[in-house]
């Protein structure tokens, strides 16, 4: 079965840097692209990032441009999000989630992984 | 990459069937076939109903359907039952980038 295991959530002060792993198992992961999307405590869902199945195209939302970067390491099946200049407001539960196809819907998610920013 | 607009509540008794809204553009919802729906349980991931307006993946019951006209779309729950009280959230493709409404909270009374 499919199943996307994220790690690396924590409490970190604002300003420092997290990197978050997603490890996929149960699909073919180098021909699926993935996303990370994330929400705030009590708030609603936040897409941040995505990579295409082979990392040749990624983008990323506004609000993390130029500090989150999205990777992926097929030999590992794993997924990464490397978030620098962390600050209070990306406090949220990361999710990564598999593409059906293309920017087309989420179709598995994993549990999600808890990132406090604060000081 | 605006939000999209959903009603923040929603409430039906069983057996009822409710529909929720989803707002967006001409550059998102208005102009892409890829426009998705979402159920999230609480403390729970969020699960595909949805996808591509009006399509349902193996194992979603028919009770929920999909539709949009132009820059609106829908989602309908028909048949309500004590389980489907949950948040949903719509997405929609916008050109290299997605974006959720703020999502509703459903009531099954």
């Known amino acids: 079965q499919v199943q996307l295991v994220e790690s690396g959530g924590g409490v970190v002060q604002p300003g420092r840097s997290l990197r978050l792993s997603c490890a996929a198992s149960?699909?073919?992961?180098?021909?699926?692209?993935v996303h990370w999307v994330r929400q705030a405590p009590g708030k609603g869902l936040e897409w941040v990032a995505v990579?295409?199945?082979?990392?040749?195209?990624?983008y990323v939302a506004d609000s993390v441009k130029g500090r989150f970067t999205i990777s992926r390491d097929n030999s590992k099946n794993t997924l990464y999000l490397q978030m620098n200049s962390l600050r209070v407001e990306d406090t949220a539960v990361y999710y990564c989630?598999?593409?059906?196809?293309?920017?087309?819907?989420?179709?598995?998610w994993g549990q999600g992984t808890l990132v406090t920013v604060s000081s | 990459q605006s939000a999209l607009t959903q009603p923040p509540s929603a409430s039906g008794s069983p057996g009822q069937s409710v529909t929720i809204s989803c707002t967006g553009t001409?550059?998102?919802?208005?102009?892409?076939?890829?426009v998705s729906w979402y159920q999230q349980h609480p403390g729970k991931a969020p699960k595909l109903l949805i996808f591509?307006?009006?399509k349902r993946p193996s194992g979603v019951p028919d009770r929920f359907s999909g539709s949009k006209s132009g820059n609106t779309a829908s989602l309908t729950v028909s048949g309500l039952q004590a389980e489907d009280e949950a948040d949903y959230y719509c997405?929609?493709?916008?050109?290299?980038?997605?974006?959720f409404g703020g999502g509703t909270k459903l009531t099954v009374l």
């Open positions: 990579t295409s199945y082979d990392g040749s195209n990624k």
């Open positions: 591509e307006v009006n």
């Open positions: 001409s550059a998102d919802v208005g102009a892409y076939i890829y």
């Open positions: 149960g699909f073919t992961f180098n021909t699926y692209t």
């Open positions: 989630a598999r593409d059906r196809l293309w920017f087309n819907s989420f179709d598995y």
């Open positions: 997405s929609s493709y916008g050109g290299n980038n997605v974006a």
